[in-house]
Nanobody, 124 residues
Framework: QVQLVESGGGLVQAGGSLRLSCAAS????????LGWFRQAPGKEREFVGA????????YYADVVKGRFTISRDYAKNTLYLQMNSLKLEDTAVYYC?????????????????WGQGTQVTVSS
């Protein structure tokens, strides 16, 4: 049974940093891509970024490019999202998700597995 468990969310001031983790278990992810999505109150869930698990190639949404960095610890089966220069509009519940490797990283319907989410709140 695949499980994705996010952690690391919290309250941070604008301009600050936060690192989210996603512990993945239940299968090997060598042929998968893992992604981060977020959903702000009253808005649809949106793509943040993704990483090809085997090659560590990363892809980002334009709104976070240059501020957020996705990485993974292959041995620990853990995905990370380092968020710097946080803005008020980054406030959201952040989810990690996994999909079989292929294109369309930003299409949430392609992801088979989802975590429960972790809240990130950026204050002024």
């Amino acid at each position: 049974q695949v499980q994705l468990v996010e952690s690391g969310g919290g309250l941070v001031q604008a301009g600050g940093s936060l690192r989210l983790s996603c512990a993945a278990s239940g299968r090997t992810f060598s042929s998968y891509a893992l992604g981060w999505f977020r959903q702000a109150p009253g808005k649809e869930r949106e793509f943040v970024g993704a990483i090809v698990w085997s090659r560590a190639a990363t892809y980002y949404a334009d709104v976070v490019k240059g501020r957020f960095t996705i990485s993974r610890d292959y041995a620990k089966n853990t995905l990370y999202l380092q968020m710097n220069s946080l803005k008020l509009e980054d406030t959201a519940v952040y989810y990690c998700a996994a999909k079989p490797y292929g294109l369309e990283f930003n299409d949430e319907t392609k992801y088979d597995y989802w975590g429960q989410g972790t809240q990130v709140t950026v204050s002024s």
